[in-house]
């Protein structure tokens, strides 16, 4: 078996959890990969099955669903259907059988627009709760009851999260609350080309280390679903790893230069250290985003809710969303 290595950087994946640990066998962790070279798609399900893989990983019991591909970010229409096809089948799994009356929450903050993707699916996820009475039977039967809030962040409310959610939840009573919210990663080109579904739940603000009240079942009452992108990376992180890529192309030509080099010879723990010491206050708590935010926050956002509308609104196509939404 395999043994845990702390890490001290930050991210919100599970699956970059999984891979800072040494080894490939942990007690209480399962892990399925299903690789589609053919659509560039990469799909990995780590499962947390006790309380002993729990502290390996450092995740809560449950289920964590990575769909990657390099052109998630990108306008390749394509690559994107295949992505939603691909979200849908997942998040039905997880959703489970039967109709569900299900509330979207969009967590997050709309003016930061790394930090936007919540407001940004809640802007396209077809709700319905105020008119599913005036359907026929037909298309009744073909749509659920659903509900979006934003409900921005305490700077701009006052409020906590989870106590403005509750009081919906106490309100329209949900089946299901999906949440989406943008994450913190590890590896740069990860950002905004991966999607992680689990259901768990999820604590805002926990990757830029900024925790709130966790958003799950246990404190709602409710099953929740979490959908998060990684939209930002911390400077430190970087910074190190900006560091080794130039180490390693130097190591090709002139290895015996730096075959004794002291920065190489450190893990990646002190690696950060190193760094962190030589750097400012103000940058040790710097998060980076890449420049296209604006363009990959839009293309994420429909995707997400796609996945989202075309999973709850199971007799639904793309293409009635679409119609709908007009």
């Known amino acids: 078996m395999g043994r845990k290595k702390i890490n001290n950087y930050r991210t919100d994946l599970a699956l970059e959890n999984h891979e800072s640990l040494e080894g490939d066998k942990f007690d209480g962790i399962k892990i399925t990969i299903e690789d589609d070279n053919k659509n560039k798609i990469k799909t990995t399900l780590i499962e947390v099955e006790n309380k002993k893989g729990e502290v390996i990983l450092g995740k809560e019991k449950g289920k964590y669903i990575t769909i990657e591909s390099k052109y ?43 930090d936007s993707l ?14 599913i009475d005036t359907f026929d039977e037909e298309l009744q039967n073909k749509i659920s009851n659903v509900s979006g809030i934003a409900p921005g962040v ?16 106490e309100k329209l009573k949900p089946d299901l609350i999906i949440a989406i919210d943008a994450l913190a990663g590890r590896e740069v080109n990860r950002i905004n080309n991966v999607i992680q579904i689990t ?24 099953k929740v679903i979490a959908i998060g ?14 560091i080794n890529m130039i180490m390693n192309n130097i190591r090709k030509g002139r290895e015996l230069l730096i075959n004794n080099n002291e920065f190489e010879s450190k893990d990646e723990d002190e690696q950060l250290e190193i760094i962190k010491e030589g750097m400012s206050e103000r940058l040790k708590g710097l998060f980076v ?38």
Do not use: C, W
């Open 118 to 131: 919540g407001s940004k699916v809640i802007s396209k996820i077809l709700v319905t709760r105020h008119i």
């Open 72 to 114: 998630m970010s990108s306008s390749n229409k394509d690559i994107h259907d295949k992505i939603i096809k691909v979200g849908k089948k997942k998040l039905e799994d997880m959703i489970g059988k039967g109709k569900k009356k299900v509330l979207v929450v969009g967590l997050g903050n709309e003016n930061v627009t790394p």
């Open 154 to 169: 305490m700077g701009q409310t006052g409020l906590d999260t989870v106590d403005v959610i509750k009081g919906i939840v």
């Open 229 to 242: 992108v990684p939209t930002v990376i911390d400077a430190p992180t970087l910074v190190r790893d900006s």
């Open 289 to 326: 985003t890449p420049r296209e935010i604006d363009q990959n926050i839009e293309r994420i956002g429909n995707i997400v809710a796609n996945i989202i509308n075309i999973s709850v609104h199971k007799g639904l196509s793309i293409e009635d969303i679409n119609y709908f939404m007009e």
């Open 199 to 222: 259901d768990t739940g999820i604590t805002p603000g926990s990757g830029i280390g900024n925790k709130t009240k966790s958003i799950n079942e246990e404190t709602l009452g409710v």
